[in-house]
C-alpha cells in the first residue's frame, strides 16, 4: 500500500458509505446530501487519479448545479418523508439484483485485473492538453454534446411552463 | 501509485447501489437521484481507464457524460414537476396510464 492508495482508501469508504446512504435514507433532503458527499468523493478520486479538468468539472456542476436543481425538485414536488413512502414494497429484490451485480462486477473484475497486480502513476493531464484533445479529436461529438444540451433546455423549459391558454 | 482493481470495485460498488436505488425506489426525483449514482460510476471507470492507460480520452469522455446527465436531469425534473402537477403524486408506481 502507498500513501495514494492509503487516501483513496479514505475516499472510498466515505463514498460508499454516503452511496449506500442515498439509497437507504428515510428523508429526501438528507438523501440530496448524502449524495452531495458521494458525489465530492468521485471528484476526490479523479483529482486523486490526476485529471484536474475533470475533477472540478464534476465539483462545479454536480454538486453545484445537479444537487441544486434536485433540491428544486423536492421542494416542488412536497416529497413525504419515511421509508413506506419512498421505497416500493418488493425492495428486497431490488437488493437481492443489487448484491448480484456487485458479486458479478467483483467477480470479473478480480478476474481480468488482478488485485496484486501492477499499481501506476497518477496521470497529470493539464487543462490545456484536455482542451487541445477536444478540439482536434472529438470536435463532432462535442458540438453534439452541445446540441443535446440546447435541445433539453428548450425541452425542459416547453414541458414545465404552464399553458397560457387554460 | 494505485491500483487499478480498486478504483474499479468502488465504482461497481457506486453502481450497485444505484441499481438498488432505481429498483427500489418509488419517489421519482430519488430514482434520478441512484441513476446519478451509476452515471458517477461509469465515470470513474472512465477516468481510471484514462490514468493507467496514458490517454487522455477517457476524461473526455467522462467530460460529455457530465454534459449528457446535465442534461439528463433538466428533462427528468421537468417532467417530475409535469408529473405532480397532473397528478399530484410522483410515486413511480401509480403511474401506470400507458399499461394494460
Do not use: C
Not at chain 1, 454538486?63 to 414494497?89: E, W
Request: glycine residues 8%.
Amino acid at each position: 500500500m502507498t500513501a495514494q492508495e492509503y487516501a483513496f482508501a479514505v475516499i472510498a469508504a466515505v463514498g460508499s458509505i454516503s452511496a449506500i446512504a442515498v439509497v437507504t435514507a428515510r428523508n429526501v433532503v438528507h438523501a440530496a446530501l448524502y449524495l452531495v458527499v458521494a458525489l465530492l468523493s468521485v471528484g476526490a478520486t479523479f483529482l486523486l487519479l490526476g485529471a484536474e479538468f475533470a475533477g472540478w468539472v464534476q465539483i462545479l456542476i454536480y454538486v453545484g448545479a445537479i444537487v441544486i436543481l434536485f433540491l428544486f425538485g423536492l421542494m416542488l414536488t412536497k416529497a413525504p418523508i419515511g421509508r413506506d413512502a419512498l421505497d416500493n414494497t418488493r425492495r428486497w429484490l431490488g437488493l437481492l439484483v443489487g448484491l448480484g451485480v456487485f458479486a458479478g462486477l467483483v467477480f470479473l473484475i478480480q478476474d481480468a485485473f488482478p488485485l496484486d497486480g501492477k499499481a501506476f502513476e497518477a496521470f497529470h493531464a493539464t487543462t490545456a492538453a484536455v482542451g487541445d484533445s477536444i478540439f482536434r479529436e472529438f470536435i463532432l461529438p462535442f458540438e453534439a454534446i452541445s446540441f443535446l444540451l440546447l435541445a433539453a433546455l428548450i425541452g425542459a423549459i416547453v414541458l414545465a411552463r404552464k399553458d397560457e391558454g387554460n | 501509485m494505485i491500483r487499478l482493481p480498486f478504483v474499479l470495485i468502488f465504482a461497481a460498488l457506486l453502481f450497485s447501489a444505484g441499481v438498488y436505488g432505481v429498483l427500489a425506489r418509488r419517489n421519482a426525483v430519488m430514482v434520478l437521484m441512484a441513476i446519478e449514482l451509476m452515471l458517477n460510476a461509469v465515470n470513474v471507470n472512465l477516468v481510471a481507464f484514462s490514468a493507467s492507460l496514458r490517454d487522455v480520452g477517457g476524461q473526455i469522455f467522462a467530460l460529455f457524460v457530465i454534459a449528457v446527465a446535465a442534461a439528463e436531469v433538466g428533462i427528468g425534473l421537468a417532467l417530475v414537476i409535469l408529473l405532480f402537477r397532473n397528478r399530484a403524486s410522483i410515486n413511480v408506481d401509480e403511474v401506470n396510464l400507458l399499461k394494460w
